[in-house]
């Protein structure tokens, strides 16, 4: 089965310091990856996923993730924030299987606030 | 259209009333999925449909809950004698195939008073 932990339900940053929004997995076997970003009121929009090729995968509104088999990591980056990023983020997995993959697990999600 | 379309965007419903609410996917998905989010929490897994068929209903909570897609494309959720814990945000997806990514609705908020 597969499981997601996102450590730090709430991360506060100013505004141009490093947002880092973190995120472990549990499978058997790589999973894909990806980064949800939810602005009040609203669904889910994909940031960024994981599925093969290079790991370190960039997103839209300059964020990126680095997918880490060896630590079962995909951690959530962007340089600088902006005011405009203050939302709430889920990371979530889905199995690779023929047989299997059906639904996307989800985090509890990270509420990330930016201190002007 | 151009992405996930739920109806209606709020619900208030009765204690033991009957509800139904809407799901219209991208035109072309044939993967569509049910989520439930609850305040303060990540989405939560529902019933996943392939074509008309439901594929994957592991996460409905009991016989109360229930899906339709009958030609492949629109998805109900119905859910009946509804209780207030049901109150939640219910989030439709759909994707293009299975190892695409899933693209949500806004989602309908249900109420049960």
């Known amino acids: 089965a597969q499981s997601v932990t996102q450590l730090g339900s709430h991360v506060s940053v100013s505004e141009g310091a490093l947002v880092l929004l973190r995120c472990n997995y549990s499978?058997?076997?790589?999973?894909?990856l990806f980064w949800y970003v939810q602005y009040p009121n609203q669904g889910l929009q994909l940031l960024l996923k994981y599925t093969t090729g290079a790991t370190l995968v960039k997103g839209i509104n300059g964020f990126e993730a680095e997918f880490k088999k060896s630590e079962t990591s995909f951690h959530l980056t962007k340089p600088s924030a902006h005011m405009s990023d203050a939302a709430e983020y889920f990371c979530a997995v889905r199995a690779t299987g023929a047989y299997t993959g059906n639904q996307f697990y989800f985090g509890t999600g990270t509420s990330l606030t930016v201190i002007p | 259209g151009a992405g996930v379309s739920q109806t209606p965007s709020n619900k208030v419903t009765e204690k033991g009333k009957y509800v139904e609410l809407r799901c219209d996917p991208i035109s072309g998905h044939t993967a569509l999925y049910w989520y439930r989010q609850s305040l303060g929490q990540g989405p939560e897994f529902l019933i996943y449909f392939q074509g008309t068929g439901a594929a994957d209903d592991s996460g409905l909570p009991n016989d109360r809950f229930f899906a339709v897609r009958p030609e492949g494309s629109v998805s109900t959720l119905k859910i009946q004698r509804t209780e207030r814990g049901d109150s939640a945000v219910y989030l439709c997806?759909?994707?293009?195939?299975?190892?695409?990514?899933?693209?949500f609705g806004q989602g309908t908020r249900l109420t049960v008073v």
């Open positions: 997806a759909s994707s293009l195939r299975r190892e695409a990514e899933a693209f």
């Open positions: 499978s058997s076997v790589p999973p894909y």
